[in-house]
């Protein structure tokens, strides 16, 4: 019956964690406890460091911490409950997984207060040791205890209750009541390890910016263990646990979504092309005028006009532009030349030779440069609502900064799964989508 028992306790404690209990683990480094140390003061300073902590992480803006520290507080206390006499003797007196336990959690309380941030590992080891503690506290038969409950976070609510479930043990025998701004609040359901109350949202009201957290009491009542008391008939005594929920506020995160667009702009202006010497006698000739490299002639029919011969020569003139066959990398250009006739110098003879000219174009030049320019846009997430995001025709380099509401800056450069969000999609289309988690 005894191991039936035992087997039974587990799996609830099991169930109410929704986490697989491990093992204890002795601490070999960390805050050193003298083992003359009454084991009552040992406990009690464990209490003001937690305390101490929860504050510094409440300050901080850190409530993944300050609810980890939370549950801690709360479990040691349950700890120290069950250990009766025991907690006068003297610290060394106790047994060795206790000791163990004590020590692991003292020395991840005083590394929290000493971290100017609370790494998740850290966060991880206090939730660990808070388990331990359950698991290793020694149970009365027929006593109540309530070990966990959820939810612990809430968002905007359309609702008007909010139901919260108590887990632990024995709590059909325990009456449970939560004391929420002085109103209690029966619990509705209660079974064996579990119980439910509903709580009115107008009692929890919660800032518009900022994450709110409500200190409630849970009363119920619990066998006594004092035999003195029970000889007087006293068999229940009255106990008290905090519960803290957490309201998240209506708006989660400010979002910043940037990216380069690949854009092509044309650049103009005015340009001359000198044409290499033409020369002839009596006939048209011609030469190219080329655009210089990288650059394009605007040869469009409109744009025609905006063109003008000019250059000079001998016995000579630039008469035409050819825009029959020209391109944008050239333009003909036809210059007439005429025979030059010059008198010799002996017996009045006639030198002849050609007539030349050197042409000149000019006229608007073009070029298209693709240039990264930068693009963003930006917005607000609200739990229950999603956000769709298209950055189309073209994107590069896309980065989604969110800053959530508890000042925590997150930033993807793509699909992404985080606790408060998901972010889907790919290319220049995606989709950011609060979810509401089970704790903060």
Known sequence: MHFVLRGLRFCLLACAFGVALLPSRAVAQGTEILGTAATKAVITDLFRGIDASIEKAKQAGDYVTAAALGRLREVVKLFSEQLGDRIDQAF???????????????????????????????????TRTANNLVENTPFGEGRSYILDYRPRVIGPLKETTIRVTLFGVNLDKAEPVLVVRGREIKA????????????PVALLQGASDRVSQHDMLVRFTT???????????????????????????????SYTVSWTRDERRRFEQAY?????RLEGINTDVSGLAEAPSGWEWVIDLPRRSEFK????????????????????????V????????????????????????????????????????????AGTLSWGSGESINMSPSCDDVTITITMFNGQVIIARGAANEKYFTIQGSGCSYAINPRLPSDL
């Open 272 to 276: 001359t092309a000198t044409l290499p």
């Open 188 to 199: 509705g359901i209660v079974g064996p390890t579990e119980a439910t109350i509903d709580i």
């Open 223 to 253: 066998a006594n263990a004092n035999a003195l008391l029970r000889y007087l008939n006293v068999f229940r005594s009255d106990v008290e646990r905090s519960v803290t929920l957490f309201r998240v506020p209506a708006r989660i995160a």
């Open 334 to 377: 036809v210059a007439r030349v005429d025979e030059i006739r010059n008198l010799g110098s002996l017996f009045g003879a006639v030198n002849r030779k050609p007539g030349w000219a050197v042409c000149t174009l000019t006229g608007p030049i073009m070029r298209d440069s693709i240039t990264a320019l930068p693009r963003s846009l």
């Open 92 to 126: 060394g007196q106790l047994d060795r997984t206790s000791q163990d336990l004590l020590r692991s959690a003292a020395a991840l309380v005083a590394q929290a207060q000493r971290d100017v941030t609370t790494d998740l590992q850290t966060v991880e080891r206090i």
């Open 309 to 332: 011969l000019g250059g000079g020569g001998e016995k000579s003139h630039c008469k035409d532009i050819g825009w029959n066959g020209a391109t944008p990398s050239a333009i003909r």
